[in-house]
Structures are given as structure tokens and as C-alpha cells.
């Protein structure tokens, strides 16, 4: 499976609910896909302005491709796709969270990339999580040997992966 196939297969799963651009550029980078979710959910008594309570959820997702990604290029990436994402999330006092995910389709990933995968965490909370909290997912498929990766919060994001793969 190339990984064009993969994206292919991947994408239809996020269209219901994810608004998607394709083959985005952004300063030196180009991402085949980039996607946004935007859920809000509200509570109200009889009328609208009688609110009793509000909450607003958020996943910005950024899928890249790599032959043979070296630990720079994949560190880069990372920072990268934390800075966007980051740049992105408005925390306010309905937003509930937001996940930063990058999604990796590889022919080869070697294993220092797959270590500092499943060992990447980063977790920001605003206003002491009054105003809600933010997680990076990443997940990593690599195609050579038909695997997936990913930190401990994108473990959520596994079983739709393997599922593609086979």
C-alpha cells in the first residue's frame, strides 16, 4: 500500500465530522491533508438566552508523509504541528478541550522515531483548566512492516489505523 492508498482509505472516516483541506502548504511544509472539529453543546432553560450551561470541543489534525523520516525531521514536524495547532485553540470559559493530532504515514519508520513517538507527550491546561486543556495525539503507520505507533494519547487513534492497514 503506497501511502496516497492509506490517506485515500483514512480520509472518508474523518469527513463526517471533520472539516478537511487537501495538499496544504504552510511556510516550508506541505501537509496532504489538515483537518478541523468543532463540537459545542449547550444547555438551556425554555429559551436560548436562558443558558444554564455550555461546553466546546475541538481536534485540529495534520497528516504528513515520510519516506524514511530521520529523528530531525520528525522533531521538526512535531514542533511544527504543536506551534499550529497551539496557535489555533481559543480558551475560554465554554472551551472544554482541544487535541493537537499529527498523523504520520511512513514507507520506513526507524526505531529512534518509534521511541520518541511513544514517549512524546505534551498537555497544557489555561487558567488552571477553568478555561479548559489541550493534549497532542500522534500516531505513526509504517507501511514497510505494516504497523502503527503512537504516544499514550493517541492510542485512541490505533484501532482506525490498523483497521486501514488491513
Known amino acids: 500500500m503506497t501511502k496516497e492508498t492509506f490517506l485515500e482509505k483514512l480520509l472518508p472516516s474523518y469527513q463526517t465530522y471533520f472539516d478537511i483541506q487537501y495538499n496544504v502548504n504552510i511556510d516550508t511544509r506541505q501537509y496532504p491533508a489538515i483537518a478541523q472539529f468543532h463540537s459545542r453543546q449547550e444547555k438551556y432553560v425554555l429559551v436560548h438566552s436562558a443558558k444554564i450551561w455550555a461546553t466546546e470541543m475541538n481536534e485540529y489534525a495534520y497528516f504528513a508523509f515520510a519516506d524514511v523520516p530521520t529523528i530531525d525531521d520528525f522533531l521538526s514536524l512535531k514542533k511544527d ?3 499550529l495547532g497551539l496557535a489555533q485553540i481559543k480558551p475560554h470559559s465554554e472551551h472544554m478541550y482541544s487535541y ?7 514507507d520506513l519508520l526507524p526505531e529512534e522515531i518509534i521511541k ?5 507527550k505534551y498537555h497544557k491546561t489555561y ?3 477553568i478555561y479548559g486543556w489541550m493534549h497532542l495525539r500522534i500516531a505513526a503507520v509504517d507501511l514497510s512492516n505494516g504497523k502503527v505507533y503512537s ?3 493517541g492510542k485512541e487513534l490505533l484501532p482506525l489505523l490498523q ?3 488491513s
Do not use: C, D, G, P
Request: glycine letters at 0%.
Open 81 to 83: 504541528v504543536l506551534q
Open 100 to 106: 493537537v493530532t499529527l498523523i504520520i504515514v511512513a
Open 116 to 120: 520518541e513517538i511513544e514517549k512524546a
Open 127 to 129: 487558567l488552571f483548566s
Open 151 to 153: 504516544n499514550k494519547r
Open 163 to 165: 483497521n486501514i492497514l
